[in-house]
């Protein structure tokens, strides 16, 4: 490697996801459940107003809302933004609007997506839109694919994409009691230098570490300042693959996507010579063992499978050596 390429920084596409559950209650679980008939309910307020989507309680009372008010399906676009390139996931794969909606019967608006066919001269303020409903709705707000132009002379062409199928949604009988949303995050990250370096060295089985010149402490990963001092680390540190446990968490809840059976331990670790402790996992004793104070070593992959990632660590397991006092590592807690 050359001088060039190691201090060009590392970059990587990072997608960060999950399925987002929740119980929707009596209020929005009417709405929900009245979208798998194809119908859209609001509530009606203490002033009068109708809500759509519903809420639970007056916004100027606070009072709880129980009144609900069928809507059309139609309505008039009051806002929109104009999105040139959409996202994977988004409710329509060509140029379309996020649009403010408020549907005929409803005194406010909804935020949902409305295709013009690609075309952004045919969006405006006024439009009067329609609902383009799902194959098979679910009890989901997707239910409503997107709108489209109420006009035939605007709407849009024969090739408008089939609406994708709603998010999963559970049931009780006909009642719709919890929806289930995906979430994706998708970036690019690229570390900095400091970082950059630091994940290098992870490749040759190396922990790097920065130095404040100000305060003289070791921040692993680095920093490219200190918090404390607000000057530029400066001078690398090799750190050994051992320290202690300052506070842990034992993890006893199974979850989605999980790769170890519960119990086990996720400990903030505090290398020998590091004045920052990092998250990783603590394995090779039983959960209920792992204490404050407690001497790790890294346990590190098969050196075939290190790449540039502190994943190159599997997990540290207790070293069998004394417990550290707690006056050496109270002000890293």
Known sequence: MTAVESETPLSAPLDVGFDYTRSVGPVLGRFMTELTRRRIVGVRGTDGRVHVPPVEYDPT???????????????????????SEPLPGQPVQRPFAWALVRLDGA???????VDTGGDPALVHTGLRVRVRWAEQPVGHIRDIAYFVPASTADAP?????????????ERSGDTVETVITPVHLNYEHSASIEETRYLRALADGRLLGQRCPGCDKVYIP??????????????EVELPDTGIVTTFCIV??????QRITPPYVAAYILLDGADIA??????GCEASEVRMGMRVRAAWKPREEWSTTLENIAHFEPTGQPDAPYASYAHHL
């Open 61 to 83: 009372s606070a009072e709880p809302l129980t009144e609900f008010v069928d809507v059309a399906d139609e309505g008039t676009v009051v806002s929109w933004a104009w999105v």
């Open 107 to 113: 005194d406010t608006a909804l935020v949902h997506a």
């Open 157 to 169: 062409p024969d090739d408008a994409p089939t609406p994708e199928a709603p998010p999963a949604a």
């Open 222 to 235: 680095p920093r490219g300042s200190c918090p404390t001092c607000g000057v530029p680390t400066t001078g």
């Open 252 to 257: 006893n809840v199974p979850f989605l996507g």
């Open 278 to 283: 990092f998250l990783h996992l603590v394995l």
